[in-house]
């Protein structure tokens, strides 16, 4: 088995959705990602449902981007603090370390939380977590 060793926090992207660039928190607590997003709402393409969000990709960040995805399922998912919601479910590719591969992603408004993405574990596909180290994969080329 081919293992990629992560820090607890890492940036990655999501290139089918247009984003070069987002700070995530590696999170082996969570079962499930989860993306920061807002005014999500769905509609039909080609007979199926598709989700349009938009994001701040960046903490403290005006910078919006508007994606569309086609809707994977609709879940309830409780958050830390025990609070459930049900949330749009998308599967989208994760690039990160130079591996890109499909995750599974909740939307999600993360607004207050310190980072936009939430990497959960079902979307750990042969990552180690070194709970101490941070950006073991580099950084990105825009630093926020």
Known sequence: MNTTTVGWREWACLPDLGIKAIKLKVDTGARTSALHAFEVSSFERDGHEWVRFRIHPFQDSDEIR?????????????????HREERPVIRTLLAMGGRRWPVEITLTDRETMKFRMLLGRTAMDQLVVHPQASFLLGGNERQP
């Open 66 to 82: 508007e994606c569309e995805a086609p809707l994977l399922d609709r879940r309830v998912v409780s958050d830390s603090g025990g």
